[in-house]
Nanobody, 124 residues
Framework: QVQLEESGGGLVQAGGSLRLSCAAS????????MGWFRQAPGKEREFVAA????????YYSDSVKGRFTISRDNAKNTVYLQMSSLEPEDTAVYYC?????????????????WGQGTQVTVSS
């Protein structure tokens, strides 16, 4: 069982930066691949980025590649999403998720545990 809690969201102007954190409970965090997803009002939840259990592999959606960076610190049971050059289209609730067995995946069904989300709002 893994419990996830996101933090770091807020209001930022276009072109600005934010760093999201996702703290995980449990001693097995390092066994899980981790992902970040987001959901804008009226839209489906979409993949943003993922990182393997070791941190050795990462995967990004085309819409954030080159602007966002996912990383993890297994000693702190935390995964991060550094977001730069933010655009109004990045406005959404951001969720972290933990999965095992699916690898570095873009698919929601490969993730077993989800956080409650943190709101990111980018003003133009």
């Amino acid at each position: 069982q893994v419990q996830l809690e996101e933090s770091g969201g807020g209001l930022v102007q276009a072109g600005g930066s934010l760093r999201l954190s996702c703290a995980a409970s449990g001693r097995t965090f390092s066994r899980y691949d981790m992902g970040w997803f987001r959901q804008a009002p009226g839209k489906e939840r979409e993949f943003v980025a993922a990182i393997s259990w070791s941190g050795g592999s990462t995967y990004y959606s085309d819409s954030v590649k080159g602007r966002f960076t996912i990383s993890r610190d297994n000693a702190k049971n935390t995964v991060y999403l550094q977001m730069s050059s933010l655009e109004p289209e990045d406005t959404a609730v951001y969720y972290c998720a933990a999965g095992s067995g699916g690898g570095v995946s873009r698919y929601l069904y490969d993730y077993d545990y989800w956080g409650q989300g943190t709101q990111v709002t980018v003003s133009s």
